[in-house]
T-cell receptor
Framework: DAGVTQSPTHLIKTRGQHVTLRCSPI?????VSWYQQVLGQGPQFIFQ???????GRGNFPDRFSARQFPNYSSELNVNALLLGDSALYLC????????????FGPGTRLTVT | GEDVEQSLFLSVREGDSSVINCTYTDSSSTYLYWYKQEPGAGLQLLTY?????DMKQDQRLTVLLNKKDKHLSLRIADTQTGDSAIYFCALTDLTTDSWGKLQFGAGTQVVVTP
């Protein structure tokens, strides 16, 4: 079975622009979580979705939003990009919420100039 | 919230055992995980332990949990050059609203020398 897939792999944007990142979970997994990993740090939780509903939100501004589709894939949107949004964005999938194993994709490297 | 601390760097000779340590502050942590990240890659789930366990062994990996001291460790036996990576400790707390939220440490860079 394919693992978690993310697109694009790399992305370069300018300050003020908008970006959409995409994630497809492992087949059969209904929960998707998003994390931001700044260079030299551990990942920080942004959102979790389960059955198309938001089940958790981290300490990120409203410029960050996400959604989950009926096929359980997910999008992360970031508006009004700042230089500090440059990071590796990781998507993780799990069977459900709450203590289940989370499997990560390879990430999308976002650079904001 | 939780605070997760890890030492930043560990150097080990090939064939020796590696021990990576993690301490945390919140005693309601329920599942505790170890992830591995190689350069330019995502995170690979290595193993995890439920908080009612003291130890879990999986091939070359041994996880020890001391709940009293809020200390988690990962021992890698017979360390190989392919084990060179950053290792992250992560926790979830099923008593909060964000069940799926993983709280990560800053990671321990493990360098294996021949």
């Amino acid at each position: 079975d394919a693992g978690v897939t993310q697109s694009p792999t790399h992305l370069i944007k300018t300050r003020g622009q908008h970006v959409t990142l995409r994630c497809s979970p492992i087949s059969g997994h209904k929960s998707v979580s998003w994390y931001q990993q700044v260079l030299g740090q551990g990942p920080q939780f942004i959102f979790q979705y389960y059955e198309k509903e938001e089940r958790g939100r981290g300490n990120f501004p409203d410029r960050f939003s996400a959604r989950q589709f009926p096929n359980y894939s997910s999008e992360l949107n970031v508006n009004a990009l700042l230089l500090g949004d440059s990071a590796l964005y990781l998507c993780a999938s799990s069977l459900a919420t709450g203590g289940y194993e989370q499997y990560f994709g390879p990430g999308t490297r976002l650079t904001v100039t | 919230g939780e605070d997760v601390e890890q030492s930043l760097f560990l150097s080990v000779r090939e064939g020796d055992s590696s021990v990576i340590n993690c301490t945390y502050t919140d005693s309601s942590s329920t599942y505790l995980y170890w992830y591995k990240q190689e350069p330019g890659a995502g995170l690979q789930l290595l193993t995890y332990i439920f908080s009612n366990m003291d130890m879990k062994q999986d091939q070359r990996l041994t996880v020890l949990l001391n709940k009293k001291d809020k200390h988690l460790s990962l021992r890698i036996a017979d360390t190989q050059t392919g084990d060179s990576a950053i290792y992250f400790c992560a926790l979830t707390d099923l008593t909060t609203d964000s069940w799926g939220k993983l709280q990560f440490g800053a990671g321990t860079q493990v360098v294996v020398t021949p």
